[in-house]
């Protein structure tokens, strides 16, 4: 069955800095390849940290300088606040990172799955989850149904930089019913950081992505396998581009949507994408 198009194509070549827009791209086991291929380590937290963590971040963006592969992360550009720019080969990396930060960083590739201690979480771990998920006095917790366990211990599934899973999906449809509740908001994409935007045929239905958990989807000659729905945090709310700071944003995702916009997926079948792709449901 016909769901849509793909509308655009996003990838972060720096975890939680801004990324960028591509027409076309590969997709693999870890989704789009060089997909969050580098994080920032927080030395002082001793940890791989985001935006969640260290909000300054959604003020910078990056941009690789020759394709990415599933097997090789290419040198970026990341453009700081002032607009002057920096190579990841550049010798004064963290420290221009570190001055335009305020704290002690480090820029990292993606780690081998081995190295346990890259990836371990500080001591305290997660820590409070409430404030993290923007709730109010008597909002529960979210359900953490089909979230992988490790992520508990560890700051990302080992190997990568991904909150979850390899791809996040968002459609059309739920962008639009949340800005039925709240027709001030700029419910916009890149808000909600995706890697696939489906234009979708039917607008009527909020948070249809939900619907697909346990389905897959057609792409071209691709086959993405949706696992759960996204749940949304106070990154959400943050200032990013030209989005404002906005904490209703979230207030209208907890109490209209469930905590969710969008889902995370995994590849069943590996190929090539485009903008324009129809997008079809198989089952």
Same mark, same amino acid.
């Given at each position: 069955?016909?769901?849509?198009?793909?509308?655009?194509?996003?990838?972060?070549?720096?975890?939680?800095?801004? @990324? #960028?827009?591509?027409?076309?791209?590969? !997709?693999? =086991? +870890?989704?789009?390849?060089?997909? %969050?291929?580098? /994080?920032?380590?927080?030395?002082?937290? @001793? #940890?791989?940290?985001?935006?969640?963590? !260290?909000? =300054? +971040?959604?003020?910078?963006?990056? %941009?690789?300088? /020759?394709?990415?592969?599933?097997?090789?992360?290419?040198?970026?550009?990341?453009?700081?606040?002032?607009?002057?720019?920096?190579?990841?080969?550049?010798?004064?990396?963290?420290?221009?990172?570190?001055?335009?930060?305020?704290?002690?960083?480090?820029?990292?590739?993606?780690?081998?799955?081995?190295?346990?201690?890259?990836?371990?979480?500080?001591?305290?771990?997660?820590?409070?989850?409430?404030?993290?998920?923007?709730?109010?006095?008597?909002?529960?917790?979210?359900?953490?149904?089909?979230?992988?366990?490790?992520?508990?211990?560890?700051?990302?599934?080992?190997?990568?930089?991904?909150?979850?899973?390899?791809?996040?999906?968002?459609?059309?449809?739920?962008?639009?019913?949340?800005?039925?509740?709240?027709?001030?908001?700029?419910?916009?994409?890149?808000?909600?950081?995706?890697?696939?935007?489906?234009?979708?045929?039917?607008?009527?239905?909020?948070?249809?992505?939900?619907?697909?958990?346990?389905?897959?989807?057609?792409?071209?000659?691709?086959?993405?396998?949706?696992?759960?729905?996204?749940?949304?945090?106070?990154?959400?709310?943050?200032?990013?581009?030209?989005?404002?700071?906005?904490?209703?944003?979230?207030?209208?995702?907890?109490?209209?949507?469930?905590?969710?916009?969008?889902?995370?997926?995994?590849?069943?079948?590996?190929?090539?994408?485009?903008?324009?792709?129809?997008?079809?449901?198989?089952?």
């Amino acid at each position: 069955m016909r769901i849509g198009t793909i509308q655009s194509l996003w990838r972060y070549p720096v975890k939680s800095m801004l @990324g #960028e827009q591509i027409s076309s791209t590969a !997709i693999g =086991q +870890l989704g789009i390849p060089g997909d %969050r291929g580098y /994080a920032i380590r927080d030395e002082k937290a @001793g #940890e791989i940290r985001g935006a969640k963590n !260290i909000p =300054q +971040l959604f003020q910078f963006s990056a %941009r690789y300088l /020759a394709t990415p592969s599933d097997t090789h992360i290419p040198l970026a550009e990341i453009t700081l606040p002032h607009h002057t720019t920096v190579r990841t080969d550049d010798p004064t990396l963290n420290t221009q990172l570190s001055q335009a930060l305020g704290r002690e960083v480090t820029l990292w590739p993606r780690q081998p799955k081995d190295n346990l201690d890259h990836y371990r979480r500080a001591p305290g771990g997660l820590g409070d989850l409430r404030p993290l998920f923007g709730l109010e006095e008597g909002e529960p917790l979210p359900s953490f149904e089909g979230i992988p366990e490790e992520i508990f211990q560890y700051v990302a599934p080992l190997g990568t930089y991904f909150d979850a899973y390899p791809v996040h999906l968002l459609t059309t449809a739920s962008l639009q019913g949340l800005s039925v509740h709240y027709p001030e908001g700029q419910f916009s994409p890149q808000r909600f950081r995706p890697n696939i935007v489906i234009a979708t045929d039917d607008n009527r239905t909020p948070d249809l992505e939900a619907s697909w958990k346990g389905k897959r989807l057609k792409i071209g000659p691709v086959e993405i396998a949706v696992n759960v729905p996204t749940i949304r945090c106070v990154m959400t709310t943050l200032q990013q581009g030209h989005l404002p700071k906005d904490p209703r944003i979230l207030r209208t995702v907890v109490q209209k949507n469930a905590q969710h916009v969008g889902s995370y997926a995994t590849i069943h079948r590996a190929g090539e994408i485009r903008v324009g792709d129809s997008v079809d449901l198989l089952s």
